[in-house]
């Protein structure tokens, strides 16, 4: 048997050991492993140290402390992770391990797998049918935006909205979009939202993420949410290659928060120009006609010769017709201006200045009520001071000295004397008066 190359060259222990290292650092540059974490471990210097095993083997692990910031829940021992990274040896132990550049704390395939299946069970229901979807209006009389109010999503949805019809209202729903608890917030601003009886449109506002970071518009309940929903709901949910539960769920799907305000808001100026090829095809219309009876009227008078009174009765009735198609016409443009100016008022009777302005009215008149019974309330209760201060100064011992009494007092021990029986001649006695102290000696005593 031929030997190996190393077997003819004598080695120290550090030289094998780097070039075993060297060999799996190049034959293993990049691994993704599943495991169970047990024995884990932070000492002093911040990193993370654990097993992974499953049941027939085990590889340690390392975790650098600043790799830590990618982690969205804290590690615990029995923990199924996936960790990614590279195969390295720790030369002073010969132990070869991982060092993990992302640990996924959820396990990324296994939501994968829970995706998949709830959207099969969702499918075979029919919440994707589109014989349930909604349509959009047209121009939706209110958007319910349900978002962060700190995403870079939502500035995007309403900056794009205010290019395109700034007129229409958007009320903001603030949940969390993702971690613990985003779904429980999401269902409930939904079904907020429904009761209220309001017209408009939900759109379910988000950047995009990983499968991890979007799975609240993923989760069964959200999507019931969304299928039982009055209103119509638009899902714009991360990028155009993101895909989640509410995508299908909902009545329409933009790709990004930025086509969602292009699909739900249409343009002004888009609506301008529609309106003037509107009318100018009306007047074309309109003028076709007229030509029309202006030639069956020539005809008319080619064949009828020149009876002057047919033709003035046919000219009256032109005329008629005429003064009847103008009048129709003018009372369509009315009706058309009126609706117009309803649905402007409609709109101008939203603007939140106005709304603020009556708020701000209501808040000054409530101070000044707030003023006006904290003064009353003041009076009341210096009244019932001075009351009280005059009851007071009437009871008051001071007051009864006034009227020629006085407190006596035994000079040995300073006790009140009460009774005659208290003293006995020759005791020194102080007493008290309204206007200063009298200090006297029992001569005499009288039962």
Same mark, same amino acid.
């Given at each position: 048997?031929?030997?190996?190359?190393?077997?003819?060259?004598?080695?120290?222990?550090? *030289?094998?050991?780097?070039?075993?290292?060297?060999?799996?650092?190049?034959?293993?540059?990049?691994?993704?492993?599943?495991?169970?974490?047990?024995?884990?471990?932070?000492? &002093?210097?911040?990193?993370? &140290?654990?097993?992974? #095993?499953?049941?027939?083997?085990?590889?340690?692990?390392?975790?650098? #402390?600043?790799?830590?910031? @990618?982690?969205?829940?804290?590690? %615990?021992?029995?923990?199924?992770?996936?960790?990614?990274?590279?195969?390295?040896?720790?030369?002073?132990?010969?132990? &070869?391990?991982?060092?993990?550049?992302?640990? +996924?704390?959820?396990?990324?395939?296994?939501?994968?797998?829970?995706?998949?299946?709830?959207?099969?069970?969702?499918?075979?229901?029919?919440?994707?049918?589109?014989?349930?979807?909604? =349509?959009?209006?047209?121009?939706?009389?209110?958007?319910?935006?349900?978002?962060?109010?700190?995403?870079?999503?939502?500035?995007?949805?309403?900056?794009? =909205?205010?290019?395109? @019809?700034?007129?229409?209202?958007?009320?903001?729903?603030?949940? !969390?979009?993702?971690? +613990?608890?985003?779904? +429980?917030?999401?269902? %409930?601003?939904?079904?907020?939202?429904? *009761?209220? *009886?309001?017209?408009?449109?939900?759109?379910?506002?988000?950047?995009?993420?990983?499968?991890?970071?979007?799975?609240?518009?993923?989760?069964?309940?959200?999507?019931?949410?969304? @299928?039982?929903?009055?209103?119509?709901?638009? =899902?714009?949910?991360?990028?155009?290659?993101?895909?989640?539960?509410? +995508?299908?769920?909902?009545?329409?799907?933009?790709?990004?928060?930025?086509?969602?305000?292009?699909?739900?808001?249409?343009?002004?100026?888009?609506?301008?120009?529609?309106?003037?090829?509107?009318?100018?095809?009306?007047?074309?219309?309109?003028?076709?006609?007229?030509?029309?009876?202006?030639?069956?009227? !020539?005809?008319?008078?080619? !064949?009828?010769?020149?009876?002057?009174?047919?033709?003035?009765?046919?000219?009256?009735?032109?005329?008629?017709? !005429?003064?009847?198609?103008?009048?129709?016409?003018?009372?369509?443009?009315?009706?058309?201006?009126?609706?117009?100016?309803?649905?402007?008022?409609?709109?101008?009777?939203?603007?939140?200045?106005?709304?603020? %302005?009556?708020?701000?009215?209501?808040?000054?008149?409530?101070?000044?009520?707030?003023?006006?019974?904290?003064?009353?309330?003041?009076?009341?209760?210096?009244?019932?001071?001075? #009351?009280?201060?005059?009851?007071?100064?009437?009871?008051?011992?001071?007051?009864?000295?006034?009227?020629?009494?006085?407190?006596?007092?035994?000079?040995?021990?300073?006790?009140?004397?009460?009774?005659?029986?208290?003293?006995?001649?020759?005791?020194?006695? *102080?007493?008290?008066?309204?206007?200063?102290?009298?200090?006297?000696?029992?001569?005499?005593?009288?039962?």
């Amino acid at each position: 048997m031929p030997l190996s190359p190393y077997a003819s060259k004598i080695q120290s222990v550090t *030289e094998l050991t780097r070039s075993i290292r060297g060999l799996l650092e190049t034959e293993f540059a990049f691994v993704t492993v599943l495991g169970e974490i047990s024995n884990l471990r932070r000492p &002093y210097s911040g990193h993370l &140290y654990f097993t992974l #095993k499953d049941r027939e083997a085990q590889i340690k692990v390392v975790l650098f #402390k600043n790799q830590q910031r @990618y982690l969205t829940s804290p590690l %615990q021992d029995g923990q199924e992770v996936i960790c990614r990274g590279r195969i390295s040896v720790y030369e002073p132990r010969g132990d &070869y391990q991982i060092i993990a550049d992302v640990v +996924d704390a959820q396990g990324t395939g296994a939501l994968q797998v829970a995706f998949d299946n709830l959207k099969k069970q969702l499918d075979r229901e029919g919440l994707f049918d589109s014989r349930h979807k909604k =349509s959009l209006p047209f121009l939706p009389e209110k958007i319910f935006l349900v978002t962060s109010p700190s995403g870079a999503a939502v500035f995007d949805f309403l900056r794009i =909205s205010k290019a395109r @019809y700034q007129s229409v209202p958007i009320e903001i729903f603030p949940v !969390r979009v993702q971690g +613990d608890g985003a779904g +429980d917030e999401i269902v %409930q601003a939904l079904k907020t939202i429904n *009761e209220r *009886e309001d017209e408009g449109v939900i759109v379910l506002c988000r950047g995009g993420g990983s499968l991890e970071d979007l799975w609240a518009f993923n989760e069964e309940e959200v999507a019931r949410a969304i @299928y039982a929903s009055l209103l119509p709901v638009v =899902s714009a949910i991360g990028h155009e290659v993101d895909f989640t539960i509410a +995508d299908f769920v909902a009545d329409h799907r933009s790709p990004t928060p930025t086509a969602a305000a292009k699909d739900v808001l249409p343009e002004r100026e888009s609506l301008q120009q529609k309106i003037n090829i509107l009318a100018g095809q009306l007047q074309t219309s309109l003028n076709r006609k007229i030509d029309t009876l202006r030639r069956r009227t !020539r005809l008319e008078q080619q !064949r009828l010769g020149d009876p002057t009174s047919l033709l003035n009765h046919s000219r009256l009735q032109l005329s008629n017709n !005429r003064l009847s198609m103008a009048g129709a016409i003018t009372a369509s443009l009315q009706r058309k201006k009126e609706l117009l100016h309803l649905l402007t008022s409609r709109l101008e009777r939203q603007n939140p200045d106005h709304k603020l %302005q009556r708020h701000r009215q209501k808040l000054d008149e409530l101070s000044e009520r707030l003023i006006l019974f904290s003064q009353i309330h003041l009076d009341k209760k210096r009244k019932q001071l001075e #009351k009280n201060a005059a009851l007071l100064d009437a009871v008051s011992p001071l007051s009864v000295l006034g009227r020629g009494y006085g407190i006596i007092r035994r000079g040995k021990d300073g006790r009140i004397v009460r009774s005659s029986s208290q003293v006995v001649p020759g005791d020194t006695l *102080e007493i008290r008066l309204h206007e200063g102290e009298i200090t006297g000696q029992v001569t005499g005593i009288k039962e």
